[in-house]
């Protein structure tokens, strides 16, 4: 199957920081990218949809200032948490959607992101 | 928003034993994910359904596909402590939009 690699793996970061998170699709075009939220043990929230080359669209209730998205090429997308505070603390994951009609998702490891 | 509901939402089974998760829905999906997530980790990918009806098995996990494509179900045989997991579906609707249900916690105790 397709691998999409989400780096880093977690990161400690002090509140008012700026975090920068990547998700990469190493074989394939990604033409779209997703990014979530994940509480323990909770199922995924949508934060926003990541096209290459236009704006992202982001979900309702997500601040599109505090969590800016670029996909500026075909096999990379990021995430910037932008002055970070504790309430931003959860599991950050991507996915990336190989194109075609009924393409499946494959998902980034992951990031856990503490802020303190 | 399309609501995937999964049933229930935390299990807790001794190693051996059976057990069915549930993903329900009043949206029809022209096709349905299951995931399987450690913690720390990603989902991945155990099998997508297509056609209303349809049945899959891999090893110990057979999958059913609503006939109507509205819910779907996972049935683990003999579970074991390696299927620990948070076990998550997605339907995928005309517009190739992706919808994950509610979340499944399962801890299989040896």
């Known amino acids: 199957g397709a691998v999409v690699s989400q780096h880093p793996s977690w990161v400690i970061c002090k509140s008012g920081t700026s975090v920068k998170i990547e998700c990469r699709s190493l074989?394939?075009?990604?033409?779209?990218m997703f990014w979530y939220r994940q509480f323990p043990k909770q199922s995924l929230m949508l934060m926003a949809t990541?096209?290459?080359?236009?704006?992202?669209?982001?979900e309702q209730g997500v601040e599109k200032d505090k969590f800016l998205i670029n996909h500026a090429s075909l096999t990379l997308s990021t995430l910037t948490v932008t002055s970070a505070h504790p309430e931003d603390s959860s599991f950050y994951i991507c996915?990336?959607?190989?194109?075609?009609?009924?393409?499946?998702?494959?998902f980034g490891s992951g990031t856990q992101l503490s802020v303190l | 928003t399309q609501l995937l509901e999964q049933s229930p939402q935390f299990l807790s089974i001794q190693e051996g034993e059976n057990l069915t998760v549930y993903c329900n829905s009043s949206?029809?999906?022209?096709?349905l994910q299951w995931y399987r997530q450690e913690p720390g980790e990603g989902p991945v990918l155990l099998v997508t359904?297509?056609?209303?009806?349809e049945v899959k098995k891999l090893k110990r996990l057979t999958f059913q596909f609503g006939d109507a494509r509205k819910d779907s179900s996972l049935h683990i045989t003999a579970a074991q402590p390696g299927d620990t997991g948070l076990y998550l579906c997605?339907?995928?609707?005309?517009?190739?939009?992706?919808?994950f249900g509610t979340g499944t916690s399962l801890t299989v105790i040896p």
């Open positions: 074989d394939f075009q990604a033409t779209t």
């Open positions: 359904v297509v056609t209303g009806g």
């Open positions: 990541s096209n290459e080359g236009s704006k992202a669209t982001y």
């Open positions: 996915s990336a959607r190989e194109g075609g009609l009924g393409e499946k998702l494959f």
């Open positions: 949206s029809v999906f022209s096709s």
């Open positions: 997605a339907g995928e609707d005309t517009g190739n939009q992706f919808y």
